[in-house]
Structure formats: C-alpha cells, structure tokens
C-alpha cells in the first residue's frame, strides 16, 4: 500500500520535458514556408488584379477608338454599256397645221364641219352668204357687156377709117384716133373682165374648204355671224385643222450627243398613257447648228400616226441610241454624292479610308447620274456621306448593298 501511493505521488508531480532544438528548427522552418506562400499569394493577386486592370483600361481605349471611326454603308456603281440611250422631252405637233380664214365679207350661212371631224382636201367646212359681193358681181358683168359692145362699135369705126385711109377719103390724124379709142375700148373690156373674174372668185370663196386630209381641232364660227376677209392679224379664224396622219417632234438634243442625232437614224417615243408601248420614229432633219444660248441642236422627228393613237400637242419621251465605241460609263446614285466648292465628289471607300474623288457627270436619270471619268468599277461608294466628311477620315464598313461589277 504504501509503495503505490508512493508510486502516483511521482506521476502526479512529473514535469514537462522541454522541446528538442530540432523540432525548435522545424517549426521555425515551417512558418517561414507558410509566410512565403503568403506572400507569393497576395503578390499574384495583386499583380492579376493589376494586369485585369490594366487590360480592361487597354480594351476600353481600343473599344473607344472604334467606337469612334464612323460606321458607313457602301454600294457599287453600275456599269452602262458600250450602247447606250439618251432620253429627251419632246412635244408631238401635227405634219401639216392650218387656222382657216375666210377670203370674203359676209355672213356665216351654214357649216358642215365641227370639231373632231375628219375631212378630205376640198369638202366644204361651211357656207358664207356675201349679198354686197353677189351686186358687185352683178354690176361688173353689166360694166363688161356695156365694156364690150362700146368696143365692138369702136373696132368698126377704126376698121372704116382704116379701108377710107387708103382712098384719102379721111385724114390721116384722124384714122389715128379711131384706132387709139378701139385700142382704149380693148383696154378697158380687159379691165373689166379682170374685175369680174375677181369678183367671182371672191364668190367662189362664200365656200369655206379644206386645204388638205385631217382633223378639225377648232370651230370658231356660227350661223349668222358676221365675217371679214383677212389673215390672222385682220379677221377671225374660222376653223383650225391638223393633218395627223404623220406627226412631228422637235427635240432639243444636247450639244455633247449631236452624234445621236444623224438624219435617217431611228428613235422611239413612249408615253406615260401607253406603258409599255413604243412608237417607232425616223431623224429626218436637224438646224445644223448649236443654239448659242441652251447649246442644244433642234432636231426633227417624224412618227407615222395612221391609227390615229398619238394626238398632236402630247408629251412624249423621245430615246435616241448612244454609241461610244470603247468607253465605259458608270451610273451611281445621288445620294453618293457631295458637293463641295472645287465642284461634285463622289464618296468612295479605299484602303479602309473615306476618299473624296472628283467626277465628271454625263445624263442626269434623277434618282440616278451618269459618270463618265474619275470612278473605277469596284470603287466602294458610301451612302448619304456626311457633309463634314474629308479625304483619309478612317471608315468601317457596316453594310454592303449589292456587288461589285467585278465580282468582288
């Protein structure tokens, strides 16, 4: 009993032994470790969070800079052919166009014709009644006879003293007499046969007729109206009429494509009335001449009417055919364009950037415009440019409408 009591007193009163210095050394060692890949942790972190930095600051200038370059779109001109055709306005205006006046004083008895009618050369148009020039007449004549019969009377006389002369029944003095007075007699049934034939002429005209084949396109008369003879500057006009079996066109063709404009060259009309329809016509005459104030030359189109389909006074288009040999033409749209004070440029995109180029125009199409020099065909053309746009300004190209003609 008292050995074990002995015993635990000893355990209870044991004392810690002190760490060995190698394990002193480990544990040191091991903090060291763990503060070092603390370090090395934190300064990964750090230098990822700087570099993440830095990088969305890099992305954001670069993001900036293309935010910053004008997104454009772009399309490509068209190229027109070798043949081409110029298209000019023109007025349809009959062949042959007459006003009819009447050549006698009277009053408007009757008239046949009214607007619209188609008549021959020589039917009558209407009736003029000219009682003053029917009295004339009527006198005339008697002035004649009475003319005649004193004449008859004279040209016996002078016969007489004509076959008495040579007996010396008679002077001579006087023989002379009675052939000057047969001779005035002779002059004056002469004048008098003229005034008749005048008079019966201006009777022949109470029938107004029409001087050739066509269509009545005004009446300006009515029965019992009085009318006087004269042209247009004295009297009324009686009638109009138009001879539309064939029609005319002056067209005003500019000086640049008085090659398209060579007599006996064919050309075509339409009319907004018939779509889809043209009408075939023929160059017969042109001035010659360039009009010094438009620059135009006038040239003369005949279009054979004999249905009666085209009425003189309509607008048509007139399409004459271009040729010009080797060159090509480009069209582009207008709104492709700018203006600017050295004169037009078109907005073309090379190499990445916004390009100015000067542009020579030929025919204006409206929505469309002809480019003879300065354009290539593969040229990218930007739609509705900016006015403050300027040569070498960096683009991007947004969108693409159509191809170019090269294929690219």
Do not use: C
């Given at each position: 009993?008292?050995?074990?009591?002995?015993?635990?007193?000893?355990?209870?009163?044991?004392?810690?032994?002190?760490?060995?210095?190698?394990?002193?050394?480990?544990?040191?060692?091991?903090?060291?470790?763990?503060?070092?890949?603390?370090?090395?942790?934190?300064?990964?972190?750090?230098?990822?969070?700087?570099?993440?930095?830095?990088?969305?600051?890099?992305?954001?200038?670069?993001?900036?800079?293309?935010?910053?370059?004008?997104?454009?779109?772009?399309?490509?001109?068209?190229?027109?052919?070798?043949?081409?055709?110029?298209?000019?306005?023109?007025?349809?205006?009959?062949?042959?166009?007459?006003?009819?006046?009447?050549?006698?004083?009277?009053?408007?008895?009757?008239?046949?014709?009214?607007?619209?009618?188609?008549?021959?050369?020589?039917?009558?148009?209407?009736?003029?009644?000219?009682?003053?020039?029917?009295?004339?007449?009527?006198?005339?004549?008697?002035?004649?006879?009475?003319?005649?019969?004193?004449?008859?009377?004279?040209?016996?006389?002078?016969?007489?003293?004509?076959?008495?002369?040579?007996?010396?029944?008679?002077?001579?003095?006087?023989?002379?007499?009675?052939?000057?007075?047969?001779?005035?007699?002779?002059?004056?049934?002469?004048?008098?046969?003229?005034?008749?034939?005048?008079?019966?002429?201006?009777?022949?005209?109470?029938?107004?007729?029409?001087?050739?084949?066509?269509?009545?396109?005004?009446?300006?008369?009515?029965?019992?109206?009085?009318?006087?003879?004269?042209?247009?500057?004295?009297?009324?006009?009686?009638?109009?009429?138009?001879?539309?079996?064939?029609?005319?066109?002056?067209?005003?063709?500019?000086?640049?494509?008085?090659?398209?404009?060579?007599?006996?060259?064919?050309?075509?009309?339409?009319?907004?009335?018939?779509?889809?329809?043209?009408?075939?016509?023929?160059?017969?005459?042109?001035?010659?001449?360039?009009?010094?104030?438009?620059?135009?030359?006038?040239?003369?189109?005949?279009?054979?009417n004999a249905d009666g389909d085209l009425l003189p006074g309509a607008y048509v288009s007139v399409h004459l055919k271009l040729t010009y040999g080797s060159v090509t033409a480009l069209t582009v749209p207008v709104d492709?364009?700018?203006?600017?004070?050295?004169?037009?440029?078109?907005?073309?995109?090379?190499?990445?950037?916004?390009?100015?180029?000067?542009?020579?125009?030929?025919?204006?199409?409206?929505?469309?415009?002809?480019?003879?020099?300065?354009?290539?065909?593969?040229?990218?053309?930007?739609?509705?440019?900016?006015?403050?746009?300027?040569?070498?300004?960096?683009?991007?190209?947004?969108?693409?409408?159509?191809?170019?003609?090269?294929?690219?």
């Amino acid at each position: 009993m008292k050995i074990e009591e002995t015993r635990e007193i000893r355990m209870d009163d044991q004392v810690p032994a002190e760490p060995s210095r190698v394990q002193r050394h480990g544990l040191g060692l091991g903090f060291i470790v763990v503060l070092l890949v603390g370090m090395a942790a934190l300064g990964w972190f750090i230098r990822k969070g700087i570099t993440s930095r830095v990088s969305a600051e890099s992305a954001l200038v670069t993001e900036t800079k293309e935010d910053a370059i004008p997104a454009v779109s772009v399309t490509y001109p068209k190229v027109s052919g070798t043949m081409q055709e110029l298209v000019l306005p023109g007025n349809t205006q009959p062949l042959s166009d007459a006003p009819i006046f009447a050549r006698t004083n009277g009053y408007v008895k009757k008239w046949y014709s009214d607007i619209g009618t188609h008549v021959k050369a020589g039917q009558v148009l209407a009736e003029i009644e000219t009682p003053e020039i029917d009295q004339q007449l009527q006198q005339a004549r008697a002035d004649l006879d009475t003319a005649k019969a004193n004449l008859s009377l004279s040209t016996l006389t002078a016969q007489r003293y004509e076959a008495l002369i040579g007996k010396g029944a008679v002077a001579k003095q006087d023989t002379d007499d009675k052939v000057g007075d047969m001779n005035a007699k002779r002059a004056i049934v002469e004048s008098a046969e003229a005034n008749v034939k005048r008079l019966e002429q201006l009777q022949g005209f109470e029938k107004v007729v029409a001087p050739f084949d066509g269509v009545i396109t005004a009446r300006n008369t009515d029965v019992g109206q009085l009318v006087d003879s004269g042209s247009s500057s004295t009297g009324k006009e009686l009638f109009h009429m138009s001879s539309t079996t064939k029609l005319r066109v002056y067209v005003s063709v500019p000086e640049e494509y008085e090659r398209a404009a060579t007599n006996g060259s064919a050309a075509t009309l339409t009319l907004n009335e018939f779509p889809g329809r043209t009408f075939r016509g023929t160059i017969v005459r042109n001035s010659s001449s360039i009009d010094a104030t438009s620059r135009t030359l006038l040239v003369e189109v005949d279009v054979d009417n004999a249905d009666g389909d085209l009425l003189p006074g309509a607008y048509v288009s007139v399409h004459l055919k271009l040729t010009y040999g080797s060159v090509t033409a480009l069209t582009v749209p207008v709104d492709t364009l700018v203006f600017r004070s050295e004169g037009l440029r078109a907005a073309v995109v090379r190499n990445g950037r916004a390009e100015l180029i000067p542009i020579q125009t030929g025919r204006d199409f409206g929505d469309t415009l002809e480019v003879v020099s300065g354009l290539r065909p593969h040229d990218a053309l930007i739609i509705n440019p900016s006015d403050s746009l300027v040569s070498g300004t960096p683009v991007k190209i947004v969108k693409t409408e159509g191809k170019a003609p090269d294929g690219r």
